[in-house]
């Protein structure tokens, strides 16, 4: 079955008409980054994933926090991977930077977990930073979905900027929360569309299906297409 998404769109990776796609080399695992402001839930949806990949594919997290390793410890805690196969890298500034300017951390600790799973077939780069305009070099990651929630309120997808506009998923995230906080889903789903053309998105809640499955079925497809490259 096809994926199914909110937004008018294929599922297949669109880029910022000006951004370069990584050239990726025959074997490599795909490189999937999420981003998105602190406390939309990046973490949880990561954690998602990896409980629903683990069993039929090789996964590996690679997190990015300032001076903390918080978000490696809480997937370690959870035990949705092996530890050795999560890892983090403290950024000591804005983790925008780490995925986006200065990339060399990342790229060193992915060479690190590469070399320690040599059949690896998906690592997921997870960083928050600059609000609503972090997004990820096209040298660190082959594509990005970037994660807001509902309690940002719905006004949230029409303000734009780069992750919510440029990501190749948009990740409406905590849907659960919309009658408590006021927010009204229909002017999201619209408000989205409006500004990402035809780039795919989803409204999830986690609470209400902890498999994340609409993002699932994402990720899967750039595995099928990234497959066939």
């Not at 796609?21 to 695992?29: F, I, S, T, V």
């Not at 990402?196 to 699932?216: E, H, K, M, N, Y």
Request: proline share 7%; glycine share 10%.
């Amino acid at each position: 079955m096809p994926p199914h998404f909110d937004g008018h769109a294929d599922g297949a990776p669109h880029a910022h008409p000006d951004r370069p796609r990584r050239e990726r080399q025959p074997g490599e695992p795909l490189r999937i980054g999420v981003g998105g402001p602190v406390g939309s839930g990046k973490t949880a949806l990561v954690a998602a994933l990896c409980r629903m990949l683990r069993d039929e594919l090789s996964v590996a997290v690679l997190t990015n926090d300032i001076y903390t390793t918080e978000d490696a410890d809480f997937l370690r805690r959870n035990a949705v991977l092996p530890d050795d196969r999560i890892a983090a890298v403290q950024t000591g500034g804005c983790p925008h930077t780490a995925i986006r300017d200065d990339i060399t951390a990342n790229l060193d600790a992915i060479d690190d977990l590469i070399a320690g799973h040599d059949d690896l077939d998906l690592i997921l780069v997870e960083s928050g930073g600059d609000n609503l305009t972090a997004t990820f070099s096209s040298g660190l990651v082959d594509a990005q979905i970037f994660v807001v929630d509902v309690a940002g309120g719905d006004k949230v997808p029409r303000k734009g900027g780069p992750g919510v506009t440029f990501s190749d998923l948009l990740v409406i995230n905590k849907t659960d929360l919309a009658p408590m906080v006021g927010a009204d889903l229909d002017v999201m789903r619209r408000d989205a569309g409006a500004v990402r053309g035809p780039r795919p998105f989803v409204l999830i809640s986690l609470t209400t299906d902890p498999t994340a499955a609409a993002v699932l079925d994402w990720v899967r497809e750039q595995l099928r297409v990234a497959q066939e490259v």
